[in-house]
């Protein structure tokens, strides 16, 4: 389906921008999607073809290109989403992570794409009532996404109905404040504990600014790639990773037919990737 809005070459352009600009692959079955954030676009910036708001879009400042990137995203998530993977970071990753650390070193979690929360601070609520080493450590958890506007809403931090659908009424009860009957608000001690940061994940720079980390949430953003940009995240996601450090992806996700970087660690409750620990050859005896 078309609105007529494009051409084949225009479609074929615009495509190739945005992969460029993000990494995301929309194809002639997407069309009308795409036609239809376009036609939104143009009306946002008062510009009357496709053709005025291509060249308004590339203009050296880029004023657009962000609120551009916002409207091509797919922000579906709630609370305690593919909540396996969240038993074994409690169960088994968490614990092997801290093997080799002691009590008060930090254990840092990054969460990418958080969208407008749900994922990140479902790890933080998680943490806090299933992991009884919680309080022994440094928990830093960062959630980041390229659409600045799901951004914000996560840091305001109210949600409805359908957000909290898969949590139980003591835990909405004890980590939210009912705003009206339609709307929650997530208490300040976890709002506060959750730092969040943009980033496009296909630019090295971009992730390595937040350091590494223990473990990476990277839950069904892959399948919005090609193959090449797919292996350009996954030795981005590998190098943001520490030594022995496990990589989630979603359920429909499989790091092992993208990149031979990770290992496949199987546990009890989930399948996940780790970058393998250092291995450095033992200290010759005299």
Same mark, same amino acid.
């Given at each position: 389906m078309s609105l007529g809005l494009v051409t084949a070459e225009q479609f074929s352009q615009l495509c190739e921008y945005l992969y460029r600009e993000t990494g995301l692959v929309f194809s002639e079955q997407k069309r009308y999607f795409v036609e239809r954030r376009i036609a939104e676009r143009m009306d946002a910036t008062d510009t009357k073809s496709f053709a005025s708001y291509f060249a308004y879009l590339r203009n050296p400042g880029k004023a657009e290109l962000e609120p551009f990137i916002n409207a091509f995203t797919v922000n579906e998530t709630y609370f305690y989403r593919e909540d396996y993977q969240l038993r074994c970071l409690t169960? *088994?990753? /968490?614990?092997? =992570?801290?093997?080799?650390?002691?009590?008060?070193?930090?254990? %840092?979690?990054?969460?990418?794409?958080? &969208?407008?929360?749900?994922?990140?601070?479902?790890?933080?609520?998680?943490?806090?009532?299933?992991?009884?080493?919680?309080?022994?450590?440094?928990?830093?958890?960062?959630?980041?996404?390229?659409?600045?506007?799901?951004?914000?809403?996560?840091?305001?931090?109210?949600?409805?109905?359908?957000?909290?659908?898969?949590?139980? *009424?003591? /835990?909405?009860? =004890?980590?939210?404040?009912?705003?009206?009957?339609?709307?929650? %608000?997530?208490?300040?001690?976890?709002? &506060?504990?959750?730092?969040?940061?943009?980033?496009?994940?296909?630019?090295?720079?971009?992730?390595?600014?937040?350091?590494?980390?223990?473990?990476?949430?990277?839950?069904?953003?892959?399948?919005?790639?090609?193959?090449?940009?797919?292996?350009?995240v996954a030795e981005n996601l590998y190098e943001a990773l520490l030594p022995g450090g496990y990589l989630c992806l979603g359920h429909a996700e499989s790091m092992s037919r993208i990149s031979a970087l990770f290992e496949i660690c199987r546990f009890e409750d989930a399948i996940v990737y780790r970058r393998p620990p250092d291995r450095r050859p033992p200290e010759k005896t005299r």
């Open positions: 169960r *088994d990753i /968490l614990n092997s =992570r801290i093997a080799d650390k002691s009590p008060g070193d930090s254990v %840092r979690i990054w969460s990418l794409p958080c &969208s407008t929360g749900e994922e990140p601070y479902s790890l933080a609520m998680w943490l806090l009532e299933n992991w009884p080493e919680v309080d022994a450590y440094e928990i830093e958890i960062i959630g980041s996404d390229i659409d600045t506007a799901v951004l914000e809403a996560a840091r305001a931090a109210v949600y409805g109905k359908r957000a909290l659908m898969r949590l139980n *009424d003591g /835990l909405i009860e =004890r980590y939210f404040e009912m705003l009206d009957d339609q709307h929650w %608000r997530l208490i300040e001690d976890l709002r &506060s504990s959750v730092l969040f940061a943009p980033v496009n994940a296909v630019e090295p720079k971009e992730v390595r600014q937040f350091g590494r980390f223990d473990v990476i949430f990277c839950r069904n953003m892959l399948i919005y790639f090609d193959d090449a940009s797919r292996r350009v």
